[in-house]
């Protein structure tokens, strides 16, 4: 249960040593914002050991991962959070669920942030400013905790330096995947996403300075370039890569990045063939956020950052998402692309045809993989990776 605390009820004494944390579910969300007020903003995935049961108060439309989320909670697995921030304007399935929390578990403190429907420039960023201020207001309400110029400033410094350091890696990777595994990357990029602090940050550094310090001069500038090319989600030009094993991609939405690269480590990740890059909701595109600036007021500044994200592909249309993955299977030199698709996600089903399709269209092998947050059929996910994959070490 996500612990009841508001001004009124009266915080509860016992929280005072320990920070106060709120989870969130979408991935373009302002963890500054929660930072600058003293609390820990912590992104709250799927347990796989949580079966997304039948749940009567969700419309049938719900996706599992809403489900395995009500679960979690209907469990008692969220009651170390002090409150949860729920998206609107992003797909049904979670506005409909932050309207429903509500009702269903009333104790709970549940915010919402409301996101333009598309990006109009000016006024969007006007708007999204105004719903992250009434955000912080009602934070400040909740917990007696204001919003600090100061403390915002640091953890925009400390998010930023994440944001460098992980994309580094990222890149590094894509051009030379022996440097670390998937299965490591995910690792330190949910130790960011769970708690972002100076320590994980550190340990990141370390990863960087251990893996890339004995590397040319030219090799780690490749990497920043390609580094560059991949904020703008463009990848311009051909890279000399590492081709020690077939070299594979993996495309989707909220899949976990971490779930899945364990199945993929348990499928020979690293050893037989190189998963180089992800386009996942909380993989890439979660660590390729841009920085944000101090230009103005924090609260545009953090619109502005997350206008600047890749939305979901239902906001954003598909034209500049075909373009980035054509250029990263040709110029990357991807040989076999794998697609994610959660149940019942329309975002997914919305954008799953046309990067089959690219895929297609360039001769590179591509299975589509529907996939539901618990991996309830984990054995048969596993067998369909696995039969794609002989297919693909035969071919290249
Ligand atoms: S998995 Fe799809 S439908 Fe479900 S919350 Fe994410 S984007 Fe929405």
Redesign the pocket.
């Known amino acids: 249960m996500v612990r009841t605390s508001s001004a009124s009820a009266g915080i509860q004494e016992s929280s005072e040593e320990k920070k106060r944390v709120i989870g969130y579910?979408y991935p373009h969300f302002p963890v500054e914002l929660v930072l600058a007020h003293g609390l820990v903003p912590s992104l709250i995935s799927t347990n796989p050991e949580t079966q997304g049961a039948f749940e009567n108060s969700l419309q049938t439309f719900a996706?599992?991962?809403?489900r395995n989320l009500f679960s979690r909670r209907v469990r008692g697995e969220l009651s170390s959070l002090s409150g949860l921030v729920f998206p609107s304007n992003?797909?049904?399935?979670?506005q409909n669920?932050g309207d429903i929390w509500r009702y269903r578990f009333p104790e709970d403190v549940v915010f919402k942030v409301t996101y333009p429907v598309s990006d109009y420039g000016k006024a969007s960023v006007k708007f999204l400013a105004e719903e992250l201020k009434i955000l912080s207001d009602r934070i400040e309400r909740e917990f007696g905790v204001p919003f600090s110029n100061e403390s915002f400033k640091a953890a925009v410094e400390m998010i930023n330096g994440f944001r460098e350091s992980l994309q580094m890696i990222y890149s590094a990777r894509v051009i030379m995947p022996s440097i670390i595994t998937y299965h490591q990357l995910m690792e330190l990029t949910r130790q960011f996403l769970t708690e972002p602090t100076r320590e994980s940050l550190d340990e990141i550094n370390r990863h960087i300075a251990g893996s890339l310090g004995p590397l040319s001069t030219d090799i780690i500038n490749d990497f920043r370039e390609l580094k560059q090319m991949m904020q703008r989600m463009r990848v311009e030009r051909e890279f000399d890569v590492e081709r020690d094993h077939p070299r594979i991609a993996m495309v989707g939405?909220?899949t976990d990045p971490q779930l899945i690269s364990q199945v993929l480590h348990e499928l020979g990740e690293g050893e037989r063939f190189s998963l180089v890059i992800d386009l996942l909701?909380f993989g890439f595109k979660c660590v390729f956020s841009p920085q944000i600036q101090f230009d103005s007021d924090p609260f545009v500044e953090m619109a502005k950052n997350i206008l600047s994200t890749p939305k979901?592909p239902t906001q954003e249309g598909l034209t500049n998402r075909l373009i980035f993955l054509r250029e990263t299977l040709v110029n990357l030199k991807i040989e076999g692309l794998i697609i994610l698709e959660?149940s019942?996600?329309?975002?997914?089903e919305f954008e799953a045809p046309s990067l089959e399709r690219v895929a297609k269209e360039e001769s590179i092998p591509v299975v589509r993989l529907p996939i539901d947050p618990e991996l309830s059929d984990q054995e048969r996910v596993k067998l369909r990776l696995q039969s794609f994959l002989e297919n693909l070490l035969e071919l290249v």
């Not at 996706?63 to 809403?66: D, I, L, R």
């Not at 992003?90 to 979670?94: F, I, R, Y």
Request: proline share 5%; aromatic share 10%.
């Open positions: 579910i996706c599992g991962y809403v992003t797909c049904d399935s979670l669920a939405g909220m909701s979901e959660q019942f996600c329309d975002p997914d």
